[in-house]
């Protein structure tokens, strides 16, 4: 695996469940960051951890949950969704804080 | 905070035709980065850009960090060049992404 993967790539749940997305770079960086796309809206971001600690927290509700183990792996514990949280996550990384990020595939997150 | 705005909206092309996409920001910034959104959101690093001009291909890119603005060309478009261009800037801390350009190529 090169760059930075996500999975899985799409996922349907009920407002009740609970899943998380899960993002892992390849690419020896530092920082990871959680974005939110919604249709017609720019993109959002929702959390950065540098250095596996959290930065960034950037008014997200609590039913969004981040999680960053070590500095190759994020993920994002969901429970209690609406269907407004519908949309395209987007995870990415840098080399440090405030550099040139690279972004995963993404997550098209669907809540019925 | 900064508001980062990109024009046109929506651009629609004829294959081999040149375009110039154009991003505004409002305040100083760090750096910038021009992306690629493909049909299945896939986003791709095109250029990391907080100024002067880089080429890669047909695609090279300029910005004016003194005059708030960064232009992205695209030179002969091919139908694979389709799809959402995005320009980012780092204003402190944050990556602000501006609302992207449309882009179809038809044949």
């Known amino acids: 695996e090169t760059g930075v993967t996500q999975t899985p790539r799409h996922l349907v749940m009920g407002m009740t469940n609970k899943k998380s997305l899960k993002c892992e770079q390849h690419?020896?960086?530092?920082?990871m960051y959680w974005y939110k796309q919604s249709a017609k809206k720019p993109l959002e971001l929702m959390f950065v951890y540098s250095l596996e600690e959290r930065v960034e927290n950037n008014s997200v509700p609590s039913r969004f949950s981040p999680e960053c183990p070590n500095s190759s792996h994020l993920f994002l514990h969901l429970h209690t969704l609406q269907p407004e949280d519908s949309a395209l996550y987007l995870c990415a990384s840098s080399q440090e804080r405030r550099g040139e990020q690279y972004f995963g595939p993404g997550t098209r997150l669907t809540v019925t | 905070g900064i508001q980062v705005e990109q024009s046109p909206p929506d651009l629609i092309l004829q294959e081999g035709a040149n375009s110039t996409l154009r991003c505004n920001f409002s305040d100083s910034v760090n750096n910038l980065q021009w992306f690629h959104q493909n049909p299945w959101g896939q986003l791709i690093n095109l250029f990391y850009?907080?100024?002067g001009t880089k080429q890669n291909g047909r695609l090279s890119a300029t910005t004016v960090a003194t005059e708030r603005y960064s232009l992205l060309y695209i030179s002969s478009s091919q139908t694979t060049d389709s799809g959402v261009y995005f320009c980012a800037a780092y204003n402190t801390d944050k990556l602000i992404f501006g609302t992207g350009t449309r882009l179809q190529v038809f044949p």
């Open positions: 850009i907080p100024s």
């Open positions: 690419l020896g960086h530092n920082a």
